[in-house]
């Protein structure tokens, strides 16, 4: 059975900083693209960022420069650096797995950025 489960949402003021993480378990990790998403209130699902199984690493242009993903293949687990975090940073943020045809979801993590 695969299970993704991500942690380290909350509340954070504008400038601030958290760590997602997203441990997976039944799938051979390494082999996986992670791709880090979020969801705000009335809109779309979107991609924030994705890392390679050779560590090569995308980002949404709205997330450049703020957010570094990364993985520890050791552990099963994705991570998401998330650095001067603003009101439109706040979502529900899910990983995924993806390998071909195969596509596994997280249940989500909210994050909200309030002062």
């Known amino acids: 059975q695969v299970q993704l489960v991500e942690s380290g949402g909350g509340l954070v003021q504008p400038g601030g900083s958290l760590r997602l993480s997203c441990a997976a378990s039944g799938i051979f990790f390494r082999q996986y693209a992670m791709g880090w998403y979020r969801q705000a209130p009335g809109k779309q699902r979107e991609l924030v960022a994705t890392i390679f199984s050779g560590d090569y690493t995308t980002y949404a242009d709205s997330v450049k420069g703020r957010f570094t993903i990364s993985r520890d293949n050791a552990k099963n687990t994705v991570y998401l650096q998330m650095n001067t975090l603003n009101a439109e940073d706040t979502a529900v943020y899910y990983c995924?797995?993806?390998?071909?045809?195969?596509?596994?979801w997280g249940q989500g993590t909210q994050v909200t950025v309030s002062s």
């Open positions: 995924k797995a993806s390998l071909g045809p195969l596509n596994y």
